[in-house]
């Protein structure tokens, strides 16, 4: 098997942690190896400053590796993946997603926002963006629906999956579940009140009521979501994920492409 520490394993998986100063030359190996299927890498011998982590099956004959990434010991800026590869021969078999589910799983263990290393390729584009969307409308749907919260922030998403703001932010605009203030009063027929939000009320009725707000700013119930995004959402961000991100599982397992490395 790998050098390192076994950090995890379930019934068929395990997973090593290698630091890139002690295993150097394995280390080295693994990056000259994905250089072979990703044009733009760049680093294949100052590996210290990264932890990789190695991805293999497990059978009667031994360990078996599939793929792995690695990332930054101390990043400033939050990046918990620098390179991931899944390698061809089991290409299209989730062991892409998994890689970076598991990023994201370490970033929960460390209790920080997580973010892949950019600018990102366009192949590793399709990969996340089918990752965000697939864990957003999983956790909207399944967690968040469920409770009968009135509304739901970015901070509380992020702080639940570890994805950083920024990230979820353009993955719901991509989905079409996140409305400016604007386009939110002009959706549900609001009046504003000038510049500010808290100051916006229902339009008034015939008998002169302005309905059950006070003038207050209204929030939305996850049951008021637009059906349609929603089914865009579950369409882009899950099963229905494959035909978007089909280049991308052609070079790398379910659309997890290689993103640039420092």
Not at 36 to 52: E, N, P, R, Y
Not at 192 to 215: N, S
Not at 220 to 226: A, F, G, R, V
Not at 244 to 249: G, I, L, Q, S, V
Request: aromatic share 12%.
């Amino acid at each position: 098997h790998p050098p390192g520490h076994e950090i995890y394993r379930d019934d068929t998986l395990s997973m090593f942690e290698l630091d890139g100063s002690i295993e150097r030359i394995y280390c080295q190996n693994l990056c000259y190896f994905a250089k072979l299927f990703l044009d733009h890498k760049t680093l294949f011998w100052d590996v210290d400053a990264f932890l990789f982590y190695v991805l293999c099956t497990r059978d009667s004959r031994g360990f078996h590796p599939v793929g792995y990434f690695s990332k930054e010991k101390y990043s400033d800026l939050g990046y918990n993946l620098a390179c991931i590869l899944t390698f061809p021969c089991v290409q299209r078999q989730g062991y892409g997603r998994f890689l970076i589910e598991f990023s994201y799983e370490l970033s929960k263990k460390e209790d920080k926002f997580g973010s892949p290393e950019k600018p990102l390729s366009d192949l590793g584009a399709l990969g996340y963006k089918s990752y965000w969307a697939a864990t957003l409308v999983r956790l909207l749907r399944d967690r968040i629906g469920g409770t009968g919260l009135e509304h739901v922030t970015i901070a509380d998403l992020s702080c639940l999956t570890s994805i950083q703001p920024d990230d979820i932010i353009a993955t719901l605009q991509y989905l079409g579940l996140l409305m400016t203030w604007r386009e939110y009063a002009q959706k549900y027929q609001l009046t504003a009140g000038g510049d500010d939000p808290g100051a916006a009320t229902l339009p008034q009725g015939a008998d002169g009521d302005e309905g059950d707000t006070d003038g207050q700013a209204p929030t939305m119930d996850i049951d008021e979501m637009d059906a349609e995004a929603l089914r865009k959402a579950e369409n882009d961000g899950g099963a229905g994920a494959e035909a978007t991100a089909k280049r991308a599982e052609d070079a790398d397992v379910d659309g997890a492409s290689s993103v640039p490395v420092a």
